[in-house]
């Protein structure tokens, strides 16, 4: 845990002096998560904190989820629905027993509907004094503004592994597996495709090489479909191969890509599934 805000809520906390609704919008929810429960963890552990403390009851049920003052709310199928917010009420009617604070926190909170965010919104209109609520989410924009009008808004972003030091490729060698899938596309959409085994194998046969290219291609699609589910994604790489697809399309294409690596691993003759591959990106998915 290593942050500006995780550092002033702790400080805010000692010095009575938090607000009612945090909004928080970060690249990583799991790891906002975490460390959140982390600051909790440090804030009423009754020793002296130490990360990942497995000596007290209190770290080991927030460890558990089980603490009875500390509410995690995640999407319940696509929605957070109204009648988690009604519980959420009813847990949080008394006062906690274990820490200072009730605490909640709603994971994706850009998912509450419109019946759940009307029931939430009682909740940040009229707080109530000791119960706190974090709203956290991947993108504030697509929030409901009654909601976010009443949160202190923060954003928590964390580094993101590069594609090129997840595939472990020095710049030049990554630079020019780039070059040909870039080609490679426009060649395999283009109305004359007849030489695409050749094109593919007279510069690259080996197995290693060609599942880099295809991990290289499905990133391409992966970081388009984030973006076009307003998700975080990384620019570097949609900028890469520009595509006009759907969200369909791209789950699509997606399926096709992710065949093609299984097949690879199960040594299939690579000539096949390049013809498959080809066949079905352009649309014959018989
Ligand atoms: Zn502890």
Redesign the pocket.
């Known amino acids: 845990m290593n942050s500006a805000l995780l550092e002033e809520l702790i400080t805010k906390y000692r010095e009575n002096k938090l607000a009612h609704a945090y909004l928080i919008e970060t690249n990583n929810l799991t790891a906002a998560l975490e460390d959140l429960k982390e600051v909790i ?1 440090n804030l009423n ?3 002296t ?1 130490q990360t990942n ?1 497995h ?2 009851n ?2 080991n049920l927030i460890n558990l989820s089980n603490l009875p003052s500390l509410k995690i709310i995640e999407p319940d199928g696509p929605f957070i629905k109204k009648n988690q917010i009604e519980e959420l009420k009813s847990d949080f009617a008394s006062i906690p027993l274990y820490s200072r604070y009730n605490i909640y926190i709603l994971k994706n909170a850009e998912k509450l509907n419109s019946s759940s965010a009307n029931a939430m919104l009682k909740f940040v209109e009229e707080p109530t004094p000791g119960i706190i609520g974090f709203f956290l989410t991947t993108n504030k924009d697509i929030m409901i503004d009654t909601i976010k009008s009443r949160c202190q808004s923060y954003t928590l972003n964390y580094p993101v592994n590069t594609l090129q030091e997840s595939l472990n490729l020095d710049d030049e060698t990554y630079h020019s597996y780039l070059d040909f899938v870039k080609n490679y596309l426009d060649y395999i959409f283009s109305s004359n495709i007849i030489n695409h085994k050749n094109i593919f194998l007279n510069q690259y046969s080996d197995r290693h090489d060609i599942e880099i290219i295809f991990k290289l291609i499905l990133a391409i699609y992966h970081e388009h479909f984030l973006k076009l589910t307003n998700r975080s994604y990384q620019s570097d790489i949609i900028n890469i191969y520009p595509l006009t697809a759907n969200i369909p399309e791209i789950i699509k294409k997606m399926q096709i890509i992710s065949q093609f690596l299984t097949n690879l691993r199960y040594n299939v003759s690579v000539e096949l599934i390049l013809d498959k591959f080809v066949l079905e990106m352009r649309g014959n998915y018989e």
Do not use: F, I, R
């Open positions: 963890k552990c009754p020793h904190y403390c000596d007290c209190l770290c």
